[in-house]
């Protein structure tokens, strides 16, 4: 069983920055596809960004190309999702997920076998 951890949400004004951190159990790691979803209050969880196993492709919503940055280290067992220039919709609770056979298989919560507890991040206008 693999377990996430997110870390790193807070408060923040718009135009600020934020790295989230999740650390994930397990040997296999290197293997997964990484990914952050996050759902803000009343709606439903959307994809935010994805990192095949070995950093090669990356994937992100249209709404935050250009400010966040999704990374890894397999070393540490962490996937990183660095938000910069934060505006008050990207308000939410940011969660992060893993598919374990490695093979990106699009934006669907669907798509991926493990979830972290969420970390909230709130942007202040």
């Known amino acids: 069983q693999v377990q996430l951890v997110e870390s790193g949400g807070g408060l923040v004004q718009a135009g600020g920055s934020l790295r989230l951190s999740c650390a994930a159990s397990?040997?296999?790691?290197?293997?997964?596809?990484m990914g952050w979803f996050r759902q803000a209050l009343g709606k439903e969880r959307e994809f935010v960004a994805a990192i095949t196993w070995n950093g090669g492709s990356t994937y992100y919503v249209d709404s935050v190309k250009g400010r966040f940055t999704i990374s890894r280290d397999n070393a540490k067992n962490t996937v990183y999702l660095q938000m910069n220039s934060l505006k008050p919709e990207d308000t939410a609770v940011y969660y992060c997920?893993?598919?374990?056979?490695?093979?990106?298989?699009?934006?669907?919560?669907?798509?991926?076998?493990?979830w972290g507890q969420g970390t909230q991040v709130t942007v202040s206008p």
């Open positions: 997920a893993a598919r374990r056979d490695g093979i990106y298989s699009g934006r669907s919560r669907d798509a991926f076998d493990y």
């Open positions: 397990g040997p296999t790691f290197s293997s997964y596809v």
